[in-house]
């Protein structure tokens, strides 16, 4: 069996007292019937009015009398919310159960509107109009004893705007117009229409109303002032209460009467964040923004393809990889506390005035994401390099100078849709989100930075003043999706010619790569003739930038070859900063053909055979020994060049036969192929 503590209620009885501190307010802090006598008479105190609540909130029955004198914070009695009876066995110089006496603040008892009923035994037949107490004779009490106002009639506010109304009403008429020194106007923000002159308020302010000193004007048939630096879209409670001079028994004041000011634009959405999980999409988070300043209807999520402006240097004499660029976001400021100290307990109307930060923590937290975001997207600290290499540096990616003022475009809605060159890709894209704060773009370029843009819209008043923007100005951040597998493969290579040492290979470029292709590299190596899965040699490597492959007619040449069986294959690297291979391809260089000795037998043959044939001794300057035919039927063959040099041979001078340091030519001259030898 449990047993429920709340459905029972707890009684704690305790002796009345005399409470002229907080200090002895705190005595009867739960306490729900008093015994004896209860007095109030207390001069001063921080936060008397809620101190009283939370100590003498619970009290519900009083034996005795019920007194509250010269306790000048006090403008309402409503802090002993749950009295429901004044027994009154014990009565105030004989004759008084229920005594409120010169209290120069008050300005109610109770708000009767909230408290049903008050028991007063003693024979008393009720509280008459507010009081509900019987008749008193100017001697007992004053008509100016606990305040005497007469009411002020103040017009609803004729004048809005999102940060201020004017509040007009006639002037109070006094017989002596020289006691009237001005008018006080009160004013509190009021989510619902529920507040009271008293409720939680004592004659110190720290209460949370502003207080507004209005002077007499030379027009005193109208009397106005402009309430300012109000936030928009917020319901606000006011009042006007004259201001006399000390002496003067007679005054007035309004009753509490309701504003609402116009909606304005919001302030940007907050904790903007944007990821990648796919090559074509980002997922772009947000929070509502800090002040809404209207009804927000829905979000503008937009975004822009940005242009990579890269230096296209030799990335094969000097590759870089791309600076890492980091920003310290600063704390926001957070202003000390300040501490308030009273050496008793007078009152202070200065101490627990709420005080309004000039400077919003989140606003300013917001600012300062705002412009870390900025500065990153439109600006990259390099490195110091040498001055050789500036020019060849490729890894720093950069972003059009008009980017700040791309994002403020926005707010006048200049991003539309439109995609790439007639694909379903987007270049640029605006979108409305409607009852959510994420949203999924899809169909994105692979690889590409994107600026996105978040603005809060609110919907727009009846009021024919409101003509402010709608939108709030557009969180940005800047993201890029990731890269796409395959886009940066090379494919169809070929080789296009083959020869003696030699070979030259072509390929076809990636079309659509992760960025910028930054470099090819050619890499082939030397295979066992028998097996190519053998290799003889470790791999050889040639980078080739892309301009230069450009250049070369799409063609590029390996020269020097050795003979034998080789393997190749081509290697891309983009500014994704991965390399992509293509399939291998396989080529044979062939072994030189000599025909040197077959040449050389001919050359001596015609010598010996023929001596009738006129030979030439060559001189010193003769270079060459060669042997040329024009018979297309040769053993060599058509394709075979039979202009062959030789070294020199050289001749013997015995027997009269011409030595030469040079060289030796002879030409047949029977009409036959001519021979140089």
Same mark, same amino acid.
């Given at each position: #069996? #449990?047993?429920?503590?709340?459905?029972?209620?707890?009684?704690?009885?305790?002796?009345?007292?005399?409470?002229?501190?907080?200090?002895?307010?705190?005595?009867?802090?739960?306490?729900?019937?008093?015994?004896?006598?209860?007095?109030?008479?207390?001069?001063?105190?921080?936060?008397?009015?809620?101190?009283?609540?939370?100590?003498?909130?619970?009290?519900?029955?009083?034996?005795?009398?019920?007194?509250?004198?010269?306790?000048?914070?006090?403008?309402?009695?409503?802090?002993? *919310?749950?009295?429901?009876?004044?027994?009154?066995?014990?009565?105030?110089?004989?004759?008084?159960?229920?005594?409120?006496?010169?209290?120069?603040?008050?300005?109610?008892?109770?708000?009767?509107?909230?408290?049903?009923?008050?028991?007063?035994?003693?024979?008393?037949?009720?509280?008459?109009?507010?009081?509900?107490?019987?008749?008193?004779?100017?001697?007992?009490?004053?008509?100016?004893?606990?305040?005497?106002?007469?009411?002020?009639?103040?017009? !609803?506010?004729?004048?809005?705007?999102?940060?201020?109304?004017?509040?007009?009403?006639?002037?109070?008429?006094?017989?002596?117009?020289?006691?009237?020194?001005?008018?006080?106007?009160?004013?509190?923000?009021?989510?619902?229409?529920?507040?009271?002159?008293?409720?939680?308020?004592?004659?110190?302010?720290?209460?949370?109303? =502003?207080?507004?000193?209005?002077?007499?004007?030379?027009?005193?048939?109208?009397?106005? &002032?402009?309430?300012?630096?109000?936030?928009? @879209?917020?319901?606000?409670?006011?009042?006007?209460?004259? @201001?006399?001079?000390?002496?003067?028994?007679?005054?007035?004041?309004?009753?509490?009467?309701?504003?609402?000011?116009?909606?304005?634009?919001?302030?940007?959405?907050?904790?903007?964040?944007?990821?990648?999980?796919?090559?074509?999409?980002?997922?772009?988070?947000?929070?509502?923004?800090?002040?809404?300043?209207?009804?927000?209807?829905?979000?503008?999520?937009?975004?822009?393809?940005?242009?990579?402006? +890269?230096? @296209?240097? /030799?990335?094969?004499?000097? !590759?870089?990889?791309?600076?890492?660029?980091?920003?310290?976001?600063?704390?926001?400021?957070?202003?000390?506390?300040?501490?308030?100290?009273?050496?008793?307990?007078?009152?202070?109307?200065?101490?627990? *005035?709420?005080?309004?930060?000039?400077?919003?923590?989140?606003?300013? &937290?917001?600012?300062?994401?705002?412009?870390?975001?900025?500065?990153?997207?439109?600006?990259?600290?390099? *490195?110091?390099?040498?001055?050789?290499?500036?020019?060849?540096?490729?890894?720093?990616?950069?972003?059009? /100078?008009?980017?700040?003022?791309? #994002?403020?475009?926005?707010?006048?809605?200049?991003?539309?849709?439109?995609?790439?060159?007639?694909?379903?890709?987007?270049?640029?894209?605006?979108?409305?989100?409607?009852?959510?704060?994420?949203?999924?773009?899809?169909?994105? &370029?692979?690889?590409?930075? @994107?600026?996105?843009?978040?603005?809060?819209?609110?919907?727009?008043?009846?009021?024919?003043?409101?003509?402010?923007?709608?939108?709030?100005?557009?969180?940005?951040?800047?993201?890029?999706?990731?890269?796409?597998?395959?886009?940066?493969?090379?494919?169809?290579?070929?080789?296009?010619?083959?020869?003696?040492?030699?070979?030259?290979?072509?390929?076809?470029?990636?079309?659509?790569?992760?960025?910028?292709?930054?470099?090819?590299?050619?890499?082939? =190596?030397?295979?066992?003739?028998?097996?190519?899965?053998?290799?003889?040699?470790?791999?050889?490597?040639?980078?080739?930038?892309?301009?230069?492959?450009?250049?070369?007619?799409?063609?590029?040449?390996?020269?020097?070859?050795?003979?034998?069986?080789?393997?190749? =294959?081509?290697?891309?690297?983009?500014?994704?900063? +991965?390399?992509?291979?293509?399939?291998?391809?396989?080529?044979?260089?062939?072994?030189?053909?000599?025909?040197?000795?077959?040449?050389?037998?001919?050359?001596?043959?015609?010598?010996?055979?023929?001596?009738?044939?006129?030979?030439?001794?060559?001189?010193?300057?003769?270079?060459?020994?060669?042997?040329?035919?024009?018979?297309?039927?040769?053993?060599?063959?058509?394709?075979?060049?039979?202009?062959?040099?030789?070294?020199?041979?050289?001749?013997?001078?015995?027997?009269?036969?011409?030595?030469?340091?040079?060289?030796?030519?002879?030409?047949?001259?029977?009409?036959?192929?001519?021979?140089?030898?």
């Amino acid at each position: #069996m #449990m047993l429920n503590i709340f459905a029972y209620h707890v009684k704690k009885e305790c002796a009345g007292v005399n409470i002229d501190s907080i200090t002895l307010a705190k005595q009867l802090r739960g306490c729900t019937h008093i015994t004896s006598s209860l007095e109030i008479q207390i001069r001063g105190g921080r936060n008397v009015v809620n101190e009283l609540e939370e100590n003498l909130g619970m009290i519900e029955e009083i034996d005795g009398y019920l007194k509250v004198v010269r306790s000048f914070p006090l403008v309402s009695l409503n802090f002993l *919310k749950n009295l429901k009876r004044i027994n009154g066995n014990q009565l105030e110089s004989q004759k008084y159960v229920f005594v409120v006496l010169d209290n120069q603040n008050l300005q109610e008892l109770w708000d009767w509107g909230t408290k049903k009923e008050l028991e007063i035994k003693n024979e008393i037949e009720g509280l008459q109009k507010i009081a509900n107490l019987g008749n008193s004779t100017e001697l007992e009490v004053a008509t100016n004893s606990n305040g005497d106002v007469d009411e002020l009639i103040v017009e !609803p506010p004729k004048v809005r705007d999102s940060r201020g109304v004017v509040l007009e009403w006639k002037p109070f008429i006094m017989k002596d117009q020289r006691k009237l020194l001005g008018y006080i106007v009160y004013s509190i923000e009021a989510p619902i229409k529920n507040v009271t002159l008293y409720d939680g308020r004592d004659a110190c302010g720290g209460d949370g109303w =502003r207080v507004d000193d209005v002077p007499i004007p030379d027009d005193e048939n109208k009397i106005t &002032h402009p309430l300012t630096a109000l936030k928009p @879209y917020t319901q606000y409670a006011y009042y006007v209460k004259t @201001y006399t001079i000390a002496t003067e028994k007679r005054g007035a004041q309004s009753e509490i009467g309701y504003f609402m000011t116009l909606p304005s634009t919001p302030t940007l959405p907050i904790g903007l964040d944007v990821t990648s999980d796919s090559f074509d999409s980002l997922k772009v988070t947000w929070k509502p923004p800090l002040q809404p300043n209207g009804n927000l209807t829905h979000y503008i999520v937009s975004g822009k393809k940005l242009t990579m402006q +890269m230096d @296209y240097g /030799n990335y094969c004499v000097s !590759p870089t990889k791309s600076s890492k660029h980091t920003t310290v976001h600063p704390s926001p400021p957070v202003a000390p506390p300040v501490s308030t100290t009273t050496n008793n307990d007078t009152c202070s109307c200065y101490e627990n *005035k709420p005080s309004t930060p000039s400077i919003n923590e989140g606003e300013e &937290h917001s600012r300062i994401k705002f412009e870390d975001e900025l500065h990153n997207a439109v600006y990259v600290k390099k *490195k110091e390099i040498p001055e050789s290499r500036r020019k060849r540096d490729t890894s720093i990616e950069t972003f059009p /100078n008009d980017f700040e003022s791309q #994002m403020y475009k926005t707010n006048n809605n200049d991003i539309k849709n439109s995609t790439e060159n007639g694909t379903n890709v987007w270049a640029s894209f605006s979108f409305k989100v409607y009852g959510k704060t994420e949203f999924f773009v899809s169909n994105l &370029h692979h690889f590409t930075n @994107y600026a996105i843009h978040v603005q809060a819209c609110r919907a727009k008043s009846n009021d024919t003043n409101d003509k402010g923007n709608y939108c709030s100005t557009s969180s940005v951040k800047q993201a890029r999706t990731l890269m796409k597998e395959g886009a940066d493969d090379i494919k169809q290579v070929q080789i296009t010619n083959q020869s003696l040492e030699m070979v030259s290979i072509t390929w076809k470029e990636p079309e659509d790569p992760n960025g910028v292709i930054l470099s090819y590299t050619i890499e082939y =190596r030397k295979l066992d003739n028998e097996n190519q899965n053998i290799f003889q040699s470790k791999p050889v490597a040639e980078c080739v930038t892309p301009s230069q492959f450009l250049n070369r007619s799409r063609i590029h040449t390996l020269k020097k070859l050795l003979p034998g069986n080789y393997s190749l =294959r081509v290697i891309s690297l983009s500014s994704a900063e +991965m390399q992509a291979f293509s399939q291998y391809i396989y080529f044979y260089i062939e072994e030189p053909r000599s025909n040197t000795t077959l040449i050389v037998v001919i050359c001596i043959t015609l010598i010996v055979d023929d001596p009738s044939t006129p030979l030439r001794i060559a001189g010193d300057n003769d270079v060459n020994f060669s042997l040329n035919s024009d018979d297309s039927d040769d053993d060599f063959g058509n394709d075979t060049d039979t202009h062959i040099r030789f070294p020199s041979i050289p001749i013997d001078n015995k027997d009269g036969i011409t030595t030469a340091n040079g060289y030796v030519s002879g030409c047949p001259t029977n009409g036959a192929a001519t021979t140089q030898c």
